[in-house]
């Protein structure tokens, strides 16, 4: 949801303490009052007696205002009391009369206040359980159609495959058949030559008999007189040769059909798709024990820590080799890695150099350490993720293709890495795991409008939101973990330019704001809380945050190597 500044100025005005001029940070509320007020104020407060009765609450327990509603028949009274008997909203002139004498009545309020909190709690099973699941569902159906469509493919693959072989058979069979087609051929031809040349040979024999006959006929010659009667040789015999006869194989398309394969559908029972039980929701993933004991001890720590009503300096640290610290990821306290404009990227221990190594350069959040004290970061010249090891071993996770990567951040909750990138025209946020494998790109909202143009920092907050500052968009931009548009943050003035960007264990968003060089704090709505630091506070330019296992801040400030740590919750 966009807000415009006016109405960002009255959230901020709700949301500090209502008690007179106080502006302090408003973390209770008056249920009965209806207005937020610091931890002074909510002290004095019930220390009067005409108050000491009321309904004083953290400010996220707040019970919702019911909203104002005239009467019909009294048109300057406000609609604030049930009648249980007639079942209809009424105003105090209509309680007092006759109709309603000796019914019970209840507070409308606390009727809205409970609709509220059940229609709260349907609205967030629908969007923590029924759409993420009904989701599940939708891509594990569309998974399906690919591995169908797949199949098919490989099943005409293999059809084609089978067919084609069995041409090469009949290929091969007809090829030997013709060969001896051609042997018996010749067979016959060398037969019917010989008979040839038997009937050359006797014509001859013939002729030779006709010439010497010829020679005798003269009167001149008596050489016939003393030879003995001519005897002519029989004709000699030969066979006809018996020609071979093509019999032509019997079959028909049925046989043709049942030397190639078949496909069917198996006479299987369609397995049912597996719907995960709502309360399996809150714990998808199996946890070690040593998890489980850091959730929980994230758990104690959410309930009693608190926004300080000051903030307070802790400790300084002056990174060598480093000439304005734009970003800083943590380890642990003390641990850090910090880059700035002119492609240092160095980690310190207590301000103690342990390495240094060449990033890319730029304003922007483009590293981020991991779970385990492995460092991920993008190089936006060579368009490349790398990971080094806390051994100093480099290894390339992925490739961005013709994407520019600007921001990088390694989840805390399922340790997927999340990436904002660029072109000269769009920007986009992409999702990968932990291999650099993709698994999700995120670009635009449900009406089509792109979401980012240069996403320079990123970060996630504890429900799974991704957040995002985008410098030419001038806002913060924060999508759920499905990648849908839940809110943009533009600052309180037109002068907003929002740089490093974190969250923290109470759900909190910190942006630094190169307009006003100070720090916003925002709660998980995007809902302005206060100034954590101004410009005259930090002493320097804000532009790299990050909040460390122990809900220290880290203030990385430009135009200085100098990282200053803050405490700012109790």
């Known amino acids: 949801m966009s807000t415009t500044s006016d109405e960002q100025a009255a959230g901020q005005h709700y949301l500090v303490c209502g008690i007179q001029d106080c502006q302090k940070n408003g973390q209770f509320y ?11 104020c909510k002290d004095e407060h019930g220390k009067s007696s005409n108050n000491k009765n009321h309904d004083v609450v953290p400010y996220r327990q707040r019970k919702h205002r019911l909203p104002i509603e005239k009467c019909k028949l009294h ?14 909203p009424l105003c105090l002139k209509c309680f007092l009369t006759e109709e309603h004498k000796g019914h019970e009545f209840d507070d409308l309020e606390e009727i809205y206040a409970e609709k509220y909190a059940l229609w709260q709690g349907q609205f967030s099973k629908i969007q923590k359980y029924f759409l993420p699941t009904s989701e599940s569902l939708k891509t594990d159906i569309e998974e399906d159609v690919t591995e169908i469509k797949n199949i098919m ?22 090829s030997e058949k013709m060969e001896h087609t051609q ?39 008596q050489k016939l007189l003393f030879f003995e009667n001519l005897k002519i040789e029989t004709i000699p015999e030969t066979s006809k040769p018996v020609p071979p006869v093509f019999t ?38 199996k946890f070690t024990e040593k998890q489980l004991e850091q959730s929980r001890e994230k758990a104690d720590m959410k309930q009693t820590l608190s926004l300080s009503s000051s903030v307070t300096k802790v400790r300084e640290y002056s990174v060598p080799d480093v000439d304005n610290a734009c970003h800083v990821s943590v380890d642990k306290p003390g641990k850090l890695w910090v880059s700035d404009s002119f492609k240092n990227l160095v980690q310190t221990d207590q301000g103690c150099l342990l390495q ?60 997927d890495i999340l990436v904002g990138m660029t072109t000269d025209e769009e920007g986009k ?29 990123i970060t996630e907050n504890i429900n799974g939101d991704i957040c995002t500052s985008d410098m030419n968009k001038f806002a913060v931009v924060v999508v759920n973990e499905l990648g849908e548009h839940r809110f943009s943050y ?5 002068d907003f330019q929002p740089y490093g960007i974190c969250t923290d264990v109470l759900g909190h968003i910190l942006v630094c704001d190169r307009g006003k060089e100070s720090i916003h704090l925002l709660d998980q709505d995007g809902a302005f809380l206060s100034f954590i630091l101004s410009k005259e506070q930090c002493m320097g330019y804000p532009r790299g945050i990050c909040v460390d296992d122990e809900n220290n801040l880290y203030v990385g400030k430009f135009k200085t190597s100098i990282v200053a740590v803050y405490r700012y919750l109790q």
């Open 248 to 285: 032509a194989g019997q079959f028909n398309r049925d046989d043709v059909a049942k030397l190639l394969g078949k496909v069917n559908v198996p006479n299987t029972e369609p397995e049912k798709r597996k719907i995960q039980p709502m309360e399996a929701v809150s714990t998808p993933m």
């Open 490 to 494: 533009t600052g309180l003035r037109s």
């Open 429 to 457: 946020v992409t999702r990968y795991n932990k291999a650099g494998k993709e698994t999700q790109n995120i670009q635009r909202d449900n009406q089509g409008q792109e979401l980012y143009d240069y996403p320079h920092y």
């Open 183 to 221: 042997t018996m051929e010749k067979s016959l031809l060398r037969l019917l030559k010989s008979q040839e040349t038997t009937y050359d040979d006797y014509i001859t024999y013939l002729g030779e008999i006709s010439d010497t006959f010829q020679e005798y006929l003269p009167i001149t010659n």
């Open 356 to 415: 240094k190594i060449q990033g890319s350069g730029g304003v922007s959040g483009y590293h981020s350490t991991t779970q385990t004290g492995d460092l991920i970061y993008a190089d936006r010249n060579e368009n490349v993720v790398s990971k080094i090891t806390q051994d100093k071993q480099i290894t390339e996770l992925m490739k961005t293709g013709d994407w520019t990567p600007l921001s990088v951040h390694s989840s805390r909750i399922n340790g």
């Open 153 to 174: 493919e490989n099943i005409r693959t293999s059809m084609k495959a089978e067919a084609e072989s069995l041409k090469n058979l009949i290929d091969e069979v007809t």
């Open 30 to 40: 008056c249920n009965d009052c209806h207005q937020p007020m610091c931890e002074q």
């Open 75 to 88: 048109p300057t009274k406000n609609v604030d009391i049930f009648c249980k008997e007639c079942k209809t």
